[in-house]
């Protein structure tokens, strides 16, 4: 019978590395990836200098510092860049297994565990992020490994079950600033269900929170940064869709609206009766925190709450576990199935995940010489900045001139480059340029136009 499970839980892990691993190099970098690859990389004295990035981005320091060695173990290609949040998120996979075992208990643990470790293997939100040169799917993975760590601690674990925890804990609030929720989850977990490991707990906070004073200083500098968030703000309307996101991905939720968290709802009632305050809690407590933050930033997506899915896994896994044969079984396929089929549009040949960089900048390298200069138009033309995958894929031959920029005389640099280059190509990456074209158009001899792939134009210009 051990071996029975074992063997189980190894195809289960596979099925969740394969899904990681399929497709992985198939897309270029979209900016934040090639963000992430150009600038987290950096050197620590570049990343920690009185200007440097760590405090102007709000990422703590383990992220830039997993990336940084990672890069220089494995290599700048997108394949091996994309390999690190994948192959650490596959400790999430482990470690919700390892928590339906602990909280459920009982004879049907082991199927809860086994349902819980395939929905997180199958869920099409984590595997877009383990494909995604960001600290996502790093920290979820880590924070899961966390949370059944301090389990395994409140069950009656010695000092080393504790160390091991705060290590964790360590690990994952140095990954990513908001698994501070999670923490929060952890002392709730403690205080409604093993009181008697607060005094262990309260040690083990401390020193999580000795570790993290750098975290506090860099904290404080990006308070007084400017930084108001990328994404959106706080709307009401959007939380009933969250889960729907976090269970089905992004290109899925749409269609399912608040269905998932109705199914949620309704799966805590299978939770043994100890358990069902502090799951419902759990589901939405960090919700409600994020929402607030989000009256002031505008980080209202749940990829920043990612690190509640086990919570999510493990109630639909124990609910289909507690289900009559056959309908146990029958429940989990469909749930696996429905969570294959959200997967299948990010697979889908029309899926772009980001502009084809590597044919531009293939066609690009092949075409240019040293002697050219390469126009490039903004992605953000309040600010002149460029996308970051620019600089990732096309570093030479040509020098690469943006435009137009803010308070630039856009014609006057035109005429320069035209003067001083044997050719100049011209090609929208952002902005659509048609300054820059028109200029080009007026001081230049167009010799061609090209399309390069289904993303990109060029064109060709040399001096009249």
């Given at each position: 019978m051990r071996r029975a499970r074992l063997a189980a839980c190894a195809a289960?892990?596979?099925?969740?590395?394969?899904?990681?691993?399929?497709?992985?190099?198939?897309?270029?970098?979209?900016?934040?990836?090639?963000?992430?690859?150009?600038?987290?990389?950096?050197?620590?004295?570049?990343?920690?200098?009185?200007?440097?990035?760590?405090?102007?981005?709000?990422?703590?320091?383990?992220?830039?510092?997993?990336?940084?060695?990672?890069?220089?173990?494995?290599g700048e290609r997108e394949v091996a860049l994309r390999a690190l949040p994948a192959l650490v998120n596959l400790i999430g996979a482990a470690a919700v297994y390892g928590l339906a075992r602990r909280l459920f208990r009982g004879e049907r643990s082991h199927q809860a565990g086994l349902w819980a470790l395939l929905l997180w293997a199958c869920n099409p939100y984590l595997i877009w992020h383990s494909q995604d040169v960001r600290n996502y799917a790093l920290w979820s993975g880590v924070s899961a490994l966390a949370l059944y760590l301090l389990i395994r601690a409140a069950d009656g674990g010695r000092w080393r079950a504790w160390a091991l925890y705060a290590l964790a804990e360590i690990a994952a609030l140095y990954l990513f600033f908001l698994e501070g929720f999670m923490l929060a989850l952890h002392a709730l977990y403690v205080l409604l269900l093993r009181r008697r490991a607060l005094p262990a707990w309260s040690v083990a906070l401390g020193v999580i929170a000795?570790?993290?004073?750098?975290?506090?200083?860099?904290?404080?500098?990006?308070?007084?940064?400017?930084?108001?968030?990328?994404?959106?703000?706080?709307?009401?309307?959007?939380?009933?869709?969250?889960?729907?996101?976090?269970?089905?991905?992004?290109?899925?939720?749409?269609?399912?609206?608040?269905?998932?968290?109705?199914?949620?709802?309704?799966?805590?009632?299978?939770?043994?009766?100890?358990?069902?305050?502090?799951?419902?809690?759990?589901?939405?407590?960090?919700?409600?925190?994020?929402?607030?933050?989000?009256?002031?930033?505008?980080?209202?997506?749940?990829?920043?709450?990612?690190?509640?899915?086990?919570?999510?896994?493990?109630?639909?896994?124990?609910?289909?576990?507690?289900?009559?044969?056959?309908?146990?079984?029958?429940?989990?396929?469909?749930?696996?199935?429905?969570?294959?089929?959200?997967?299948?549009?990010?697979?889908?040949?029309?899926?772009?995940?980001?502009?084809?960089?590597?044919?531009?900048?293939?066609?690009?390298?092949?075409?240019?010489?040293?002697?050219?200069?390469?126009?490039?138009?903004?992605?953000?033309?309040?600010?002149?900045?460029?996308?970051?995958?620019?600089?990732?894929?096309?570093?030479?031959?040509?020098?690469?001139?943006?435009?137009?920029?803010?308070?630039?005389?856009?014609?006057?640099?035109?005429?320069?480059?035209?003067?001083s280059s044997r050719a100049v190509w011209f090609t929208p990456t952002g902005s659509d340029g048609r300054e820059v074209l028109a200029a080009l158009e007026r001081y230049g001899q167009l010799e061609d136009e090209f399309a390069i792939g289904r993303d990109f134009h060029a064109w060709r210009f040399a001096k009249r």
């Open positions: 289960a892990l596979l099925i969740a590395a394969a899904l990681r691993l399929a497709g992985i190099g198939d897309q270029s970098l979209r900016g934040d990836e090639a963000f992430t690859a150009r600038y987290w990389t950096l050197p620590l004295a570049d990343l920690t200098a009185p200007d440097g990035l760590a405090w102007r981005e709000p990422h703590p320091f383990g992220a830039f510092l997993t990336f940084g060695a990672w890069r220089a173990l494995a000795a570790a993290h004073l750098l975290s506090f200083v860099q904290a404080i500098a990006l308070a007084q940064s400017g930084y108001g968030g990328t994404r959106g703000g706080a709307d009401l309307a959007l939380l009933p869709n969250f889960w729907s996101v976090l269970l089905l991905g992004e290109l899925s939720a749409p269609a399912f609206g608040a269905s998932a968290l109705i199914a949620l709802l309704i799966g805590v009632l299978f939770l043994p009766a100890r358990l069902r305050l502090y799951f419902a809690l759990s589901l939405s407590l960090p919700l409600i925190a994020l929402f607030a933050i989000a009256t002031r930033l505008n980080v209202f997506d749940p990829r920043y709450i990612l690190a509640v899915v086990p919570f999510g896994a493990l109630i639909l896994a124990r609910a289909t576990a507690q289900a009559r044969v056959p309908f146990g079984a029958l429940l989990g396929v469909a749930l696996i199935g429905v969570q294959l089929a959200a997967l299948a549009p990010y697979r889908a040949e029309s899926y772009q995940k980001a502009p084809d960089w590597r044919g531009w900048a293939a066609f690009l390298r092949q075409h240019t010489t040293a002697q050219d200069t390469l126009i490039v138009t903004p992605a953000d033309p309040a600010s002149g900045a460029t996308d970051p995958a620019i600089g990732y894929y096309y570093t030479d031959p040509a020098r690469v001139l943006v435009l137009p920029y803010p308070q630039a005389d856009t014609e006057s640099f035109v005429r320069e480059a035209l003067a």
